[in-house]
């Protein structure tokens, strides 16, 4: 089936209140592109390619050095076939997503990234410099006037001239600035700068109104010990002659902290003082110096909750918006106290009102980012990208999910920075009334050719990336390439009706939880069915690493392939398969069904 089309009005009927409930979307296994690193990488990924399908692309994350990506390299990608990307755009068995030859995941996922920092200059001095706020000044206990530094969120060009949307850091203190055990503060604005280039060094920032190139803050103060401002945002270009900044708020209380909100500017003037907040129905409310009301405890400024700030938009299409994560930049919840869930999807289809999908595009079991290293996967600043050349700007029916990942049992020192390449199609109404999901993430079994490690020769079946180890902090296993695609893993429990994260009875009729195992005692791998929700049911001497995903109880008549538990005795390994002799080797059990497509 192709890509995105224009929302038939049949679809719109089907699906009644929700017209998003004919989109289908897959994921391929991920790669591993940089890492494991102690780099700050703490922000989204910024690409910017001056010329898509040639040198140089850039790669923009956090302060620090970007990396220079050469259009064409002979240098093999991090790990060599480690992270799996030598399938990508080339098997139709593994992945089924075309090529994207000579666009910007080819070009990362064929240089190594450690090899060639584009010189010793750091991201501040390099592509911009921390501006002040021009509406705070050091007047509260304990507030200074330090800058913690900025980095560019998101870039887009506008007829002859590159837009850099950059996320700044003053004034702040991360440390005890009162000396009292309080921990430290910061406060956020949003700046604009321009180049004709897009080249290191050529970047000014867009005056005006009085302001060094500040376009969206809040007259909020700093307070000691929490994060204020509006920050952490990106910019996407409307069809309809506006540039548009998803923002995320931050104050002392639940009222605004971590909500989202929408400001714009005509693309003809994005100067400061012509950007507008959404409030009260209308773009109204100036977004420089936004009057942050200190007694409610909420800015000039309608909020979404949760939907998040890393948006693109895909022009052509009744999609105007898609916005990955959710609050925290991280995270999705079902409803307010559930378990956590995984990379949420929101889609608008006015850049105003949103749909978040009830099933994430990645589950996970925990948001551990404080008292690392801890027993669980971590996933940061998750963003959608264009497939060919970095921008926010994405093709019809396919693009890529970036994100910073952490693995279990390693602590925030090995990040690596990863990437779903992705397909978005339509279901049609008969898929819709069969109750097709609409999220999957492939399961795929992989084969180490390594010689001399605990793994070597043998097989593992997951939907992450097994380069990442898990012994301890750091640790990789080299060797590792994918072997054979079995279906897709659902990433939420279907036909509860309440919290799709846990199967409710409803639930458990269909479909079971499948974890995978670590035996810390061999270095092996298992799939198995979880019966003790994220905490897992893993056997003595196995630790429950993640919940994998979910698969059917029975065949189902939109097609699913049948996934069997399976054990090497000779090579003492276990792995899965669609084959019900496990290729020849013994028969452990029928774990479930997964989506055939």
Not at 39 to 50: A, Q, R, S
Not at 363 to 380: E, I, K, V
Not at 401 to 416: D, H, I, Q
């Amino acid at each position: 089936m192709g890509g995105i089309s224009i929302l038939p009005s049949q679809y719109v009927t089907a699906t009644k209140t929700n017209p998003l409930s004919s989109i289908k979307i897959r994921l391929a296994p991920p790669a591993l592109t940089f890492g494991p690193s102690t780099v700050n990488m703490d922000t989204e990924p910024t690409f910017i390619c001056p010329t898509p399908g040639s040198s140089p692309c850039y790669v923009l994350n956090a302060n620090q050095a970007p990396w220079e990506i050469a259009a064409t390299s002979t240098t093999t990608g991090y790990g060599g076939s480690d992270d799996g990307s030598q399938t990508f755009g080339t098997s139709t068995q593994t992945t089924g997503y075309g090529s994207v030859s000579g666009g910007l995941t080819s070009q990362i996922m064929a240089h190594n990234f450690n090899a060639s920092p584009l010189g010793t200059t750091t991201l501040t001095s390099n592509w911009s410099q921390p501006l002040p706020d021009n509406t705070i000044t050091a007047t509260s206990p304990g507030i200074s006037t330090n800058q913690c530094g900025s980095w560019p969120t998101s870039t887009y060009k506008v007829g002859s001239t590159w837009y850099m949307l950059v996320h700044n850091e003053g004034p702040c203190d991360y440390s005890d600035p009162l000396g009292n055990g309080q921990i430290g503060y910061t406060n956020e604005s949003m700046s604009l700068w321009q180049s004709t280039t897009a080249a290191p060094g050529s970047w000014t920032a867009v005056t005006g109104s009085g302001s060094p190139g500040t376009i969206i803050s809040s007259t909020i103060t700093p307070i000691p010990g929490w994060v204020t401002g509006i920050g952490d945002s990106t910019m996407i270009p409307g069809s309809d002659g506006y540039m548009y900044v998803y923002v995320t708020f931050y104050c002392e209380l639940d009222s605004c902290s971590y909500k989202n909100g929408i400001a714009r500017a005509p693309m003809s003037n994005m100067a400061p003082g012509n950007w507008m907040f959404l409030y009260g129905g209308c773009f109204c409310a100036p977004a420089l110096n936004n009057y942050f009301d200190s007694v409610a405890q909420i800015p000039h400024a309608d909020k979404i909750p949760y939907v998040g700030s890393s948006a693109a938009t895909m022009l052509g299409t009744p999609y105007k918006v898609l916005i990955s994560d959710g609050r925290n930049h991280a995270y999705w919840r079902h409803y307010p106290g559930s378990n956590i869930g995984g990379i949420g999807l929101s889609i608008s289809l006015d850049y105003k009102t949103f749909y978040t999908f009830p099933a994430p595009l990645v589950n996970y079991d925990f948001l551990n980012f404080g008292g690392r290293p801890s027993p669980d996967d971590l996933y940061l600043y998750n963003i959608l990208r264009n497939d060919y050349d970095g921008s926010s700007t994405l093709a019809e029916g396919h693009w890529n999910l970036w994100g910073v990942y952490v693995p279990p049992n390693n602590s925030l020192g090995s990040r690596y920075l990863i990437v779903w390449p992705a397909t978005m199609t339509q279901l049609s109404i008969t898929q819709i009334e069969q109750g097709v999901p609409q999220m999957g993430v492939t399961l795929e079994t992989w084969h180490n050719t390594s010689t001399g490690n605990s793994y070597s020769g043998k097989f593992r079946t997951t939907t992450v990336n097994p380069y990442a180890g898990v012994t301890s902090d750091g640790a990789v296993e080299p060797g590792w390439s994918q072997n054979s695609f079995l279906g897709y893993v659902m990433t939420n429990c279907p036909g509860s009706t309440y919290n799709v994260q846990i199967c409710d009875s409803n639930g458990a009729n269909i479909a079971v939880r499948i974890e995978e195992c670590w035996n810390t005692g061999n270095d092996n791998y298992a799939l198995q069915i979880d019966t003790n929700g994220t905490s897992g049911s893993c056997p003595s001497g196995w630790e429950h690493l993640r919940t994998i995903g979910w698969l059917y109880k029975s065949p189902q008549t939109f097609g699913t392939n049948p996934v069997y538990s399976c054990y090497n005795s000779s090579a003492n390994y276990y792995f899965s398969s669609n084959d019900p002799a496990c290729n020849g080797q013994t028969v452990q059990s029928l774990l479930g069904y997964a989506l055939a497509n």
